[in-house]
Protein backbone atom coordinates (compact mmCIF):
# COMPACT_ATOMS: atom_id res chain seq x y z
CA UNK A 1 0.00 0.00 0.00
CA UNK A 2 1.70 3.18 -1.08
CA UNK A 3 2.51 5.71 2.11
CA UNK A 4 1.62 8.55 -0.06
CA UNK A 5 -1.81 10.03 1.36
CA UNK A 6 -3.05 11.69 -0.83
CA UNK A 7 -2.07 9.64 -4.09
CA UNK A 8 -4.38 10.13 -6.90
CA UNK A 9 -5.80 13.74 -5.69
CA UNK A 10 -5.40 16.18 -9.01
CA UNK A 11 -4.39 19.73 -7.81
CA UNK A 12 -4.25 22.65 -10.21
CA UNK A 13 -2.23 25.46 -9.01
CA UNK A 14 -2.68 28.83 -10.65
CA UNK A 15 -1.28 30.66 -7.30
CA UNK A 16 2.20 32.31 -6.90
CA UNK A 17 4.68 33.70 -4.69
CA UNK A 18 4.44 32.02 -1.60
CA UNK A 19 1.17 31.07 0.33
CA UNK A 20 -0.30 29.35 -2.56
CA UNK A 21 2.66 27.63 -3.52
CA UNK A 22 3.51 26.68 -0.05
CA UNK A 23 -0.11 25.17 0.62
CA UNK A 24 0.15 22.89 -3.25
CA UNK A 25 3.78 21.77 -2.02
CA UNK A 26 2.51 19.88 1.12
CA UNK A 27 -0.14 18.46 -0.98
CA UNK A 28 2.31 17.26 -3.03
CA UNK A 29 4.46 16.03 -0.63
CA UNK A 30 1.69 14.20 0.84
CA UNK A 31 0.86 12.31 -2.48
CA UNK A 32 -1.32 14.74 -4.42
CA UNK A 33 -0.46 15.14 -7.86
CA UNK A 34 -0.11 19.04 -8.56
CA UNK A 35 0.32 20.81 -12.16
CA UNK A 36 1.49 24.43 -11.45
CA UNK A 37 0.46 26.63 -14.54
CA UNK A 38 2.73 29.73 -14.97
CA UNK A 39 2.97 32.68 -17.41
CA UNK A 40 4.86 32.22 -20.55
CA UNK A 41 8.54 33.45 -20.39
CA UNK A 42 8.25 34.62 -16.49
CA UNK A 43 6.60 32.17 -15.05
CA UNK A 44 6.05 32.62 -11.33
CA UNK A 45 7.22 35.60 -9.55
CA UNK A 46 9.67 34.09 -7.04
CA UNK A 47 11.74 32.38 -10.29
CA UNK A 48 13.08 36.13 -10.52
CA UNK A 49 13.37 36.56 -6.49
CA UNK A 50 17.50 36.57 -6.33
CA UNK A 51 20.30 36.12 -5.88
CA UNK A 52 21.01 33.11 -4.89
CA UNK A 53 20.26 30.76 -8.04
CA UNK A 54 21.20 27.28 -8.56
CA UNK A 55 23.16 25.88 -10.64
CA UNK A 56 20.44 25.62 -13.42
CA UNK A 57 19.28 29.17 -12.89
CA UNK A 58 16.43 28.65 -10.37
CA UNK A 59 16.56 30.94 -6.92
CA UNK A 60 16.64 29.88 -4.15
CA UNK A 61 13.06 31.16 -3.13
CA UNK A 62 11.57 29.59 -5.86
CA UNK A 63 13.33 26.39 -4.55
CA UNK A 64 11.81 26.32 -1.18
CA UNK A 65 7.94 25.86 -2.11
CA UNK A 66 7.92 23.98 -5.52
CA UNK A 67 9.22 20.75 -5.13
CA UNK A 68 6.61 17.94 -6.17
CA UNK A 69 4.94 19.49 -9.27
CA UNK A 70 5.34 19.52 -12.73
CA UNK A 71 5.08 23.09 -14.23
CA UNK A 72 2.85 24.18 -17.18
CA UNK A 73 3.56 27.88 -19.19
CA UNK A 74 -0.32 28.59 -20.03
CA UNK A 75 -1.17 32.09 -22.02
CA UNK A 76 -5.22 32.40 -20.83
CA UNK A 77 -5.19 34.78 -23.50
CA UNK A 78 -4.28 32.10 -25.78
CA UNK A 79 -7.28 29.94 -27.41
CA UNK A 80 -5.49 26.62 -27.34
CA UNK A 81 -4.02 27.12 -23.78
CA UNK A 82 -7.16 28.22 -22.23
CA UNK A 83 -9.01 25.10 -23.27
CA UNK A 84 -6.30 23.06 -21.76
CA UNK A 85 -6.11 24.47 -18.79
CA UNK A 86 -10.14 24.29 -18.68
CA UNK A 87 -10.07 20.94 -19.54
CA UNK A 88 -7.45 20.50 -16.48
CA UNK A 89 -9.88 21.96 -14.48
CA UNK A 90 -12.53 20.09 -15.54
CA UNK A 91 -10.75 16.77 -14.17
CA UNK A 92 -9.21 18.48 -10.90
CA UNK A 93 -10.04 17.57 -7.14
CA UNK A 94 -8.78 21.09 -6.17
CA UNK A 95 -7.95 24.30 -7.73
CA UNK A 96 -6.00 27.12 -5.58
CA UNK A 97 -5.32 30.50 -6.83
CA UNK A 98 -4.51 33.68 -5.69
CA UNK A 99 -5.33 36.51 -8.31
CA UNK A 100 -7.05 39.56 -7.46
CA UNK A 101 -11.14 39.33 -7.49
CA UNK A 102 -12.51 38.61 -11.10
CA UNK A 103 -9.07 38.31 -12.57
CA UNK A 104 -9.39 34.69 -13.33
CA UNK A 105 -13.08 35.47 -14.94
CA UNK A 106 -12.28 38.22 -17.68
CA UNK A 107 -9.66 35.42 -18.70
CA UNK A 108 -12.32 33.05 -19.57
CA UNK A 109 -11.82 31.14 -16.22
CA UNK A 110 -14.56 31.13 -14.18
CA UNK A 111 -14.74 29.62 -10.93
CA UNK A 112 -18.87 29.10 -10.64
CA UNK A 113 -18.69 27.49 -14.28
CA UNK A 114 -15.87 25.21 -13.66
CA UNK A 115 -17.41 24.11 -10.15
CA UNK A 116 -20.96 23.28 -11.70
CA UNK A 117 -19.24 21.24 -14.47
CA UNK A 118 -17.59 19.39 -11.82
CA UNK A 119 -18.93 18.79 -9.13
CA UNK A 120 -16.17 17.23 -6.62
CA UNK A 121 -14.30 20.03 -7.58
CA UNK A 122 -12.80 22.45 -4.64
CA UNK A 123 -12.06 25.66 -5.21
CA UNK A 124 -9.70 27.34 -2.95
CA UNK A 125 -8.83 31.15 -2.87
CA UNK A 126 -6.13 33.14 -0.90
CA UNK A 127 -6.42 36.17 -0.66
CA UNK A 128 -4.63 39.60 1.13
CA UNK A 129 -7.81 41.12 2.35
CA UNK A 130 -10.77 39.33 1.51
CA UNK A 131 -13.14 38.53 -1.76
CA UNK A 132 -13.90 42.04 -2.16
CA UNK A 133 -10.97 43.94 -1.58
CA UNK A 134 -8.40 44.65 -4.77
CA UNK A 135 -5.18 45.28 -2.78
CA UNK A 136 -2.86 42.20 -3.31
CA UNK A 137 -1.87 40.44 -0.54
CA UNK A 138 1.56 40.88 0.63
CA UNK A 139 2.98 39.28 3.85
CA UNK A 140 4.40 42.50 4.72
CA UNK A 141 1.76 44.67 4.93
CA UNK A 142 -0.22 41.70 6.63
CA UNK A 143 2.44 41.66 9.16
CA UNK A 144 1.58 45.60 9.97
CA UNK A 145 -2.17 45.63 9.83
CA UNK A 146 -2.67 42.62 11.67
CA UNK A 147 -0.38 43.74 15.07
CA UNK A 148 2.09 41.47 14.24
CA UNK A 149 4.99 44.15 13.68
CA UNK A 150 3.66 46.00 17.01
CA UNK A 151 4.96 43.59 19.17
CA UNK A 152 7.15 42.15 17.61
CA UNK A 153 11.16 44.13 18.00
CA UNK A 154 13.16 45.77 21.17
CA UNK A 155 10.59 47.29 23.59
CA UNK A 156 11.92 50.90 22.90
CA UNK A 157 13.01 49.90 18.52
CA UNK A 158 11.02 50.45 15.85
CA UNK A 159 8.34 47.56 15.18
CA UNK A 160 9.84 44.72 13.24
CA UNK A 161 8.55 42.73 11.19
CA UNK A 162 9.64 38.89 11.74
CA UNK A 163 12.48 37.56 9.51
CA UNK A 164 10.80 34.66 7.54
CA UNK A 165 7.34 35.66 5.71
CA UNK A 166 5.56 33.78 8.35
CA UNK A 167 2.42 34.99 7.59
CA UNK A 168 1.97 33.74 3.95
CA UNK A 169 3.20 30.17 5.51
CA UNK A 170 0.89 30.17 8.28
CA UNK A 171 -1.70 31.07 5.42
CA UNK A 172 -0.54 28.17 3.29
CA UNK A 173 -1.09 26.07 5.86
CA UNK A 174 -4.76 27.52 7.01
CA UNK A 175 -5.51 27.09 3.12
CA UNK A 176 -4.39 23.38 3.71
CA UNK A 177 -6.36 22.43 6.41
CA UNK A 178 -9.29 23.81 4.70
CA UNK A 179 -8.84 21.53 1.33
CA UNK A 180 -8.12 18.84 3.65
CA UNK A 181 -11.51 19.55 5.71
CA UNK A 182 -13.60 20.35 2.24
CA UNK A 183 -11.98 17.12 0.41
CA UNK A 184 -13.83 14.97 3.45
CA UNK A 185 -16.45 16.93 3.80
CA UNK A 186 -16.99 15.82 0.09
CA UNK A 187 -15.94 12.48 0.07
CA UNK A 188 -18.51 12.08 3.36
CA UNK A 189 -21.06 13.12 1.35
CA UNK A 190 -20.46 11.45 -2.00
CA UNK A 191 -20.40 8.02 0.50
CA UNK A 192 -24.31 8.87 1.02
CA UNK A 193 -24.91 9.50 -2.73
CA UNK A 194 -25.21 12.97 -1.98
CA UNK A 195 -23.28 16.27 -3.19
CA UNK A 196 -22.09 19.03 -1.40
CA UNK A 197 -23.33 22.42 -2.55
CA UNK A 198 -20.90 24.93 -4.47
CA UNK A 199 -20.45 27.16 -1.30
CA UNK A 200 -19.81 23.92 0.71
CA UNK A 201 -16.79 23.41 -1.97
CA UNK A 202 -15.23 26.66 -1.71
CA UNK A 203 -12.25 27.73 0.52
CA UNK A 204 -11.28 31.23 1.30
CA UNK A 205 -8.44 32.26 2.94
CA UNK A 206 -6.77 35.64 3.98
CA UNK A 207 -3.45 36.57 4.87
CA UNK A 208 -5.14 39.29 7.07
CA UNK A 209 -7.16 36.76 9.20
CA UNK A 210 -4.82 34.00 9.09
CA UNK A 211 -2.38 36.63 10.70
CA UNK A 212 -4.65 38.06 13.00
CA UNK A 213 -6.00 34.20 14.45
CA UNK A 214 -2.30 33.16 14.80
CA UNK A 215 -1.82 36.16 17.44
CA UNK A 216 -3.70 34.09 19.87
CA UNK A 217 -3.08 34.55 23.15
CA UNK A 218 -1.92 38.44 22.39
CA UNK A 219 -5.39 39.02 21.14
CA UNK A 220 -6.74 37.33 24.56
CA UNK A 221 -4.36 39.21 26.45
CA UNK A 222 -5.86 42.24 25.04
CA UNK A 223 -9.40 40.91 25.08
CA UNK A 224 -9.38 39.84 28.77
CA UNK A 225 -7.46 42.98 30.12
CA UNK A 226 -8.69 45.84 27.41
CA UNK A 227 -4.72 46.73 27.49
CA UNK A 228 -2.86 47.45 24.76
CA UNK A 229 -0.26 44.46 23.76
CA UNK A 230 3.35 46.00 23.58
CA UNK A 231 7.17 44.83 22.37
CA UNK A 232 8.43 42.62 24.93
CA UNK A 233 11.72 42.02 22.53
CA UNK A 234 13.01 38.67 23.56
CA UNK A 235 10.99 38.31 26.95
CA UNK A 236 7.12 36.96 27.54
CA UNK A 237 4.25 38.85 28.18
CA UNK A 238 2.96 36.45 30.74
CA UNK A 239 6.05 33.76 31.82
CA UNK A 240 9.14 34.74 33.90
CA UNK A 241 11.57 33.84 33.56
CA UNK A 242 10.99 33.05 29.45
CA UNK A 243 13.48 34.63 27.60
CA UNK A 244 16.78 35.15 25.94
CA UNK A 245 20.40 35.18 28.29
CA UNK A 246 23.98 35.94 26.99
CA UNK A 247 26.20 33.11 28.89
CA UNK A 248 29.71 33.49 28.58
CA UNK A 249 30.10 32.78 24.84
CA UNK A 250 26.68 32.99 22.98
CA UNK A 251 23.22 33.54 23.66
CA UNK A 252 20.71 30.84 25.14
CA UNK A 253 17.24 31.00 26.14
CA UNK A 254 15.09 30.03 29.06
CA UNK A 255 11.72 29.05 28.55
CA UNK A 256 9.91 28.49 32.31
CA UNK A 257 6.75 27.14 31.56
CA UNK A 258 5.16 25.80 34.82
CA UNK A 259 5.90 26.58 39.10
CA UNK A 260 7.80 23.36 39.05
CA UNK A 261 10.37 23.87 35.89
CA UNK A 262 11.02 27.51 37.65
CA UNK A 263 12.31 25.42 40.82
CA UNK A 264 14.25 23.36 39.31
CA UNK A 265 15.58 25.92 37.46
CA UNK A 266 16.96 28.29 39.98
CA UNK A 267 17.83 24.81 41.94
CA UNK A 268 19.85 23.89 39.00
CA UNK A 269 21.14 27.34 37.84
CA UNK A 270 22.15 27.83 41.73
CA UNK A 271 20.08 30.21 42.44
CA UNK A 272 18.90 28.93 46.09
CA UNK A 273 17.59 32.15 47.61
CA UNK A 274 15.35 32.79 44.82
CA UNK A 275 14.45 29.06 44.44
CA UNK A 276 13.63 29.15 48.38
CA UNK A 277 11.45 32.31 48.09
CA UNK A 278 8.03 32.19 48.56
CA UNK A 279 7.40 35.42 46.48
CA UNK A 280 8.36 33.59 44.18
CA UNK A 281 6.53 30.43 43.80
CA UNK A 282 4.11 31.25 41.18
CA UNK A 283 4.22 32.79 37.79
CA UNK A 284 2.03 35.74 39.05
CA UNK A 285 4.88 36.60 42.02
CA UNK A 286 7.46 36.35 39.28
CA UNK A 287 5.84 38.35 36.50
CA UNK A 288 5.46 41.14 39.85
CA UNK A 289 9.19 40.62 40.56
CA UNK A 290 10.51 40.47 37.35
CA UNK A 291 13.88 42.58 36.77
CA UNK A 292 14.41 40.33 40.03
CA UNK A 293 14.47 37.30 38.48
CA UNK A 294 16.18 38.07 35.53
CA UNK A 295 18.96 40.46 36.60
CA UNK A 296 19.90 37.36 38.85
CA UNK A 297 19.75 34.78 36.11
CA UNK A 298 21.35 37.30 33.91
CA UNK A 299 24.51 37.72 35.84
CA UNK A 300 24.25 34.07 37.07
CA UNK A 301 24.88 32.57 33.63
CA UNK A 302 27.55 35.18 31.83
CA UNK A 303 30.27 33.18 33.86
CA UNK A 304 29.83 30.08 31.93
CA UNK A 305 29.32 29.18 28.40
CA UNK A 306 25.72 28.70 27.49
CA UNK A 307 26.25 24.69 26.23
CA UNK A 308 26.83 24.85 30.29
CA UNK A 309 23.90 26.05 31.59
CA UNK A 310 21.45 23.97 29.15
CA UNK A 311 23.47 21.08 30.01
CA UNK A 312 22.38 21.70 33.59
CA UNK A 313 19.08 22.98 32.89
CA UNK A 314 18.17 20.06 30.55
CA UNK A 315 19.14 17.28 33.18
CA UNK A 316 16.10 18.71 35.30
CA UNK A 317 13.77 19.05 32.33
CA UNK A 318 13.75 22.86 32.56
CA UNK A 319 13.01 24.14 28.17
CA UNK A 320 15.89 25.94 27.40
CA UNK A 321 18.22 25.96 24.26
CA UNK A 322 20.98 27.68 22.59
CA UNK A 323 20.45 30.40 19.75
CA UNK A 324 21.41 28.66 16.71
CA UNK A 325 22.10 29.66 13.55
CA UNK A 326 20.30 28.90 10.80
CA UNK A 327 22.95 26.58 9.54
CA UNK A 328 23.41 25.03 12.84
CA UNK A 329 19.68 24.18 12.84
CA UNK A 330 20.53 22.73 9.39
CA UNK A 331 22.61 20.39 10.91
CA UNK A 332 19.94 18.50 12.19
CA UNK A 333 18.02 17.45 9.00
CA UNK A 334 18.80 16.01 5.89
CA UNK A 335 18.70 18.82 3.35
CA UNK A 336 18.95 19.81 0.08
CA UNK A 337 19.59 22.51 -2.20
CA UNK A 338 17.39 21.42 -4.72
CA UNK A 339 14.19 20.05 -2.51
CA UNK A 340 14.93 21.89 1.04
CA UNK A 341 14.35 20.66 4.15
CA UNK A 342 12.25 17.69 4.39
CA UNK A 343 8.66 17.40 4.26
CA UNK A 344 6.31 17.07 7.16
CA UNK A 345 4.20 14.66 8.15
CA UNK A 346 5.59 11.59 6.58
CA UNK A 347 5.48 13.46 3.52
CA UNK A 348 8.17 12.16 0.43
CA UNK A 349 10.18 14.18 -2.47
CA UNK A 350 9.50 12.52 -5.21
CA UNK A 351 10.37 15.19 -7.73
CA UNK A 352 12.91 18.43 -7.45
CA UNK A 353 10.82 22.17 -8.22
CA UNK A 354 10.42 22.41 -12.40
CA UNK A 355 11.78 24.51 -14.71
CA UNK A 356 9.67 26.68 -16.47
CA UNK A 357 7.30 24.70 -18.31
CA UNK A 358 9.35 21.80 -17.80
CA UNK A 359 6.30 19.43 -18.39
CA UNK A 360 4.29 21.28 -20.79
CA UNK A 361 4.68 19.54 -23.66
CA UNK A 362 3.69 16.36 -22.23
CA UNK A 363 1.18 17.62 -20.60
CA UNK A 364 -0.47 18.86 -23.84
CA UNK A 365 -0.10 15.02 -24.81
CA UNK A 366 -1.10 13.43 -21.93
CA UNK A 367 -3.42 15.97 -19.51
CA UNK A 368 -4.06 14.15 -16.04
CA UNK A 369 -2.86 10.68 -17.69
CA UNK A 370 0.58 12.00 -16.86
CA UNK A 371 0.62 11.41 -13.28
CA UNK A 372 0.13 7.65 -14.27
CA UNK A 373 4.15 8.08 -15.43
CA UNK A 374 5.26 9.56 -12.11
CA UNK A 375 7.19 6.58 -10.86
CA UNK A 376 9.41 6.95 -14.86
CA UNK A 377 10.01 10.99 -13.39
CA UNK A 378 10.99 10.43 -9.63
Partial sequence: MSTDKLQGLKVLDLSRVLAGPYCTMMLGDLGASVI??????????????????????????????????????????DPADLELVLQLAREADVIIENYLPGALSRNGIDADSLMAQNERLIWCTISGFGPQSMRPGYDFVAQAESGWMSITGEPHGEPMKVGVAVVDVIAGKDAAIG?????????????????????????????????????????????????????????????????????????????????????????????????????????????????????????????????????????????????????????????????????LLNGRVRFDPPRLDEHGVTIREKQWSLFDMLPILE
Fill in 36 to 77: KVERPGAGDDTRGWGPPFDAQGQSAYFLSTNRNKLSLAADFR
Fill in 179 to 343: ILAALAARDRASAHGERLAPAERRVHVTLATSALAALVNVTQNVLVSGAPARRWGNAHPNLVPYQLFHAADRSLVIAVGSDGQWKQAAIALGLTVLADDPALATNAGRLAARDRVVTAIDECVRVAPAQHWVDLLDAVGVPCGLVRTVQEALSDVTASARTGVPP
